[in-house]
């Protein structure tokens, strides 16, 4: 069973920086894409970034210029560098990985469990 684990969530006021970090159990195989989605009070999941296998990296508007994602193939992890946070960036934030469990398996979506981000005004 592959299993993710975020960290690094928390309260932060308005301008601050949070480091969030995900890694993947020992389980997986190889990853393909690595990612972070955001689910606030009421709205649907939304797409944070991403970074694929190659270092491509792909931003949702809102966080263009404020949130670095990076990752770690040695270690399976994942991190979004979140700066200059907003009121509207409070949101629970989910790690997904894309990848197969073995060298000969499909790929398969994996999520974390989500952690919390808020920034108070």
């Known amino acids: 069973q592959v299993q993710l684990v975020e960290s690094g969530g928390g309260l932060v006021q308005a301008g601050g920086s949070l480091r969030l970090s995900c890694v993947a159990s020992e389980s997986i195989f190889s990853i393909n894409v690595m990612g972070w989605y955001r689910r606030a009070s009421g709205n649907q999941r939304e797409l944070v970034a991403t970074v694929t296998s190659r270092g491509n990296t792909n931003y949702a508007d809102s966080v263009k210029g404020r949130f670095t994602i990076s990752r770690d193939n040695a270690k399976k992890m994942v991190y979004l560098q979140m700066n200059s946070l907003k009121p509207e960036d409070t949101a629970v934030y989910y790690c997904?990985?894309?990848?197969?469990?073995?060298?000969?398996?499909?790929?398969?979506?994996?999520w974390g469990q989500g952690t919390q981000v808020t920034v108070s005004s």
């Open positions: 997904k990985m894309t990848g197969s469990r073995t060298s000969w398996s499909y790929e398969s979506d994996y």
